[in-house]
């Protein structure tokens, strides 16, 4: 498809893009109106910068992508009905993903620079805070875990079982509610004959409330995608490397709840945009720097606030 280029980015709504305004609103402006065009040759300092920075990773997403990667290829591998692998091959597929990402962000700053969005860099190596070693040695046991958690997963057996379709693996969809697109991407949604509907979430870090809300959206997004009813939907929260798994059914009433969030925080936002219909919001200055500053040094955008975060202690 032609690129065809627009002067502020469309508007829709996501999960993860209400994470990002609760955390702060300097974030979010950076992240989903100043980064817009930040690809382009002649994009302003602060766009360009943007967009860079938006394309970081860190140590944990990485790893919650690595093993995304390792179960989708475990889907693909169960779908043809191969056996499943042992877990220190799986281990080993995530390790190698690891090794890349932590390569390149070693190496490759000059590359990374020119293209961000092709070259894979981890924060921690960008900004030089390098990873602790309390840290690599949570990592090392998640991956183990992880890796233990993905193969020893009751899914297999339900999606090798005759008849099983799958219908979506980490794909990008939208639904739209009340005129506003919303992304959502289930990591694995299949349908057993008899009329059953699974949504599967995999969990490479915590148990929090939050992933409870977000696969009730994912719940709704197979309602209103595929037309199933909700008493035959069933999301499972697969925490990985806690090797448990918690299996949640939901209401019409649960999914009238979550419209009604999403609205809210549509509305939410909107109230930071100077055009609503074209998405154009309101002067940066308009979005404040969060006053949780602990969070500041490991937030991506910190290179852009750094003066002003000065300033304002000062
Ligand atoms: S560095 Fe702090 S104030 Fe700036 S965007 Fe990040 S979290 Fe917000």
Known sequence: ????RTEYPPWSWSFSRKQVFA????RYYYNYYAAHNGWEDN????AALAYRLKQLANIYTALGDAVHRAAENLVARTSRGRALPAAEEVEEEIRRYMRRIWKSSRENREQFLMRPKRVDMLREFYYGTGVSEAV????NQRITQSAAGLVHS?????????GVQVVSCEQFDTITIDGTPVFAVPDLVFWVPGGQW???????GEEVEENREQVALYVLFVREKYGADVESITARLEYLNLQTSTELRFTEQDLLTVEQNVLASVEEMKRLLKDPDLNIPQPKERFALTEAREQCPWCNFFELCRAELEQSVS
Do not use: Q
Request: hydrophobic share 55%; net charge positive.
């Open 23 to 26: 955390s702060c609103l300097r």
């Open 154 to 162: 009751s899914v297999w057996a339900h999606l090798a079982r005759p």
């Open 198 to 204: 699974i949504v599967v979430d995999w969990k490479s």
């Open 1 to 4: 498809m032609a690129y065809v």
């Open 43 to 46: 994009a302003p300092p602060e």
């Open 136 to 139: 690599l040695a949570r990592i």
